[in-house]
């Protein structure tokens, strides 16, 4: 089975989460490209990386979510890795413009819903969710993280999509 990247649920809202992640570390690139295609090429020089395309030719086990967060011209796609790791086991990739990053733990706002996404689906959602922030008093940085939990031969209607947002500690 995948493993989930860790977290505790906080409290819940009408209608979303909030949550307190664990730290944690991600494998990414930046793909100049609509989602799609930015998942696409994205999730080969990530897979090929956790399948042992790295400097020490080491196999990662696969966990969920794949994250995908917009940024200008495309998107910054993540693989989270295994709960435990650290920045000293990682491998150094061997090519494909990828990056290793250590996140601290971070309290975020999460929607969730089914079925197949793309890019009008994940801002219908977003924008519920900052809504449902707004009308709670919340503050939350207004830039979304997206993520999917499932293979494509997941059926559609068992598919687990999320949008997250991180909220303000204070």
């Known amino acids: 089975m995948t493993e989930i990247q860790k ?5 819940t809202g009408d ?3 909030i949550r307190q992640y664990e730290p944690f570390i991600t494998v990414s690139t930046l793909e100049n490209a609509g989602m799609r295609s930015a998942g696409n090429r994205a999730f080969q020089k990530l897979a090929g990386f956790i399948f042992g ?5 080491k196999r990662i086990a ?3 979510p794949v994250t995908e967060k917009p940024v200008a011209d495309g998107y910054e796609v993540s693989f989270v890795m295994p709960a435990g790791m650290t920045m000293e ?12 990053a250590e996140h601290p733990g971070q309290k975020m706002a999460a929607i969730t819903f089914s079925g197949l ?20 008093g919340m503050a939350f940085d207004p830039t979304p993280i997206y993520a999917r939990y499932d293979a494509p031969t ?10 997250l947002l991180a909220l303000d500690n204070s």
């Open 154 to 163: 997941t059926p559609f209607f068992l598919r687990r999509n999320e949008v």
């Open 62 to 64: 696969m966990t969920a």
């Open 53 to 57: 395309g790295n400097s020490e030719s």
């Open 7 to 11: 977290y505790s649920v906080l409290e």
């Open 117 to 136: 996404v793309g890019e009008k689906a994940f801002a219908n959602q977003e924008q519920k969710l900052k809504n449902l922030l707004t009308g709670a």
């Open 89 to 100: 086991e990682m491998p150094k990739p061997s090519g494909g413009n990828l990056t290793i």
């Open 15 to 17: 209608g979303f989460e």
